[in-house]
């Protein structure tokens, strides 16, 4: 029997072995996996919407991590040159991504794949004889590299290339990782592409919107300046005045336009501010009235319908300032906005502190013109306007839906 006095100086520990370290094929099966975990990761940030160049850096970072790579890139092609350019990278040396180039011939491991759409495997990069070695990778001491193809929007975008300095080999499960983070990555640019069209045919429609805009209240300036002209000399004042009026109502269509013409979101504006800027150029029409307006912060509003309301305020407060007070100089003309949510509608309120309607008037059965355009643009708006009795003044309230009855 031994003693624990002969045993040796140094003994040897006894150590349970590594499964993973003991089964090459448990080994490969828990980096299959982890390949996986990582497609499933990159998945979820190609659906996150990342800005392009973060997208890109995520994708070469979890694609090095699964491959256990210590180089990856993203090529983009740019056809002029006929080049690869480095957009993206992790491992490579300070001033190569966004600057180095690589040939996209078929000479090219790269470029072989993004001619023909095969994968490209070289585990031994000093004896490979199909193509030349980028100077890119002589420069890092590149032994092995794989290249996938990379697709955009109905053309290849570039490719996808991982390179590693360490001895070994990429094997085509290998290739079916990295063909997977490509795929994934391109659906995310092909997405990315087609926002970028989209936008920039919203951008030109807008373009399209506002010299429409500009254009009708240049036309609409024209045809005011002609019944001004005429208005000049008729040799007849009420005709003078008639024609004068119809001037003043173009001008208000004009106005109502090329504010328009400014908006950004032409289908649903801000419709509080742009009452607040119609009504900035009423003022100068109505001295030495003051017009006092009361609204909510924002409404959001068809535009074709802000027109109607603005045209209606107009008309109003133009007459208020007209006739309101004919006995003295100015006045308040009072113009007030309220969302009522119970009803999904809005409450307009035009006031003045002046002599009132005459006795007996009737919105509804009155031949004026302006009154006449107010009940037609009302209608036109499936609104109801309504004189409320006022103890001073005059008062005309409308009530409009939110929403068109074409859209309900």
Sequence with gaps: MTSPNDATDHPKPVVEPSPAAADPTTRALQQRIHQQEILAELGVVALQGKPFRELLNETVRLTAEGMNAEFCKVLEYTPGDNRLLVRAGVGWHEGIVGRATVGADLESPSGFALRTGKPVISNHLENEQRFRTPELLVEHGIRRAMNVILQGDGSPYGVLEVDSRSEGEFSQHDVAFLQGAANILGMAIEQQQYQRKLQAALDRHEVLLREVNHRMKNSLQV???????????????????????????????????????YTADYENIDLIEYLRQIINDLEPTVAPCKIQFDAPEAIRFAADRAILIGLIITELVSNAGKYAYPNRAGGLISVQVSLQTDKEAIAISVRDEGVGLPPGFDPAASKRLGTRLVNALSRQLGGELTRPLAPIGSNFTLQIPLRSSRTQ
Excluded: K, W
């Design 223 to 261: 045809v005011s300046s002609m019944l001004q002209l005429q208005a000049n000399a008729a040799g007849d004042q009420n005709l003078s005045e008639t024609l004068n009026e119809a001037a003043s109502r173009v001008n208000a269509v004009g106005r109502a336009y090329e504010r328009l013409a």
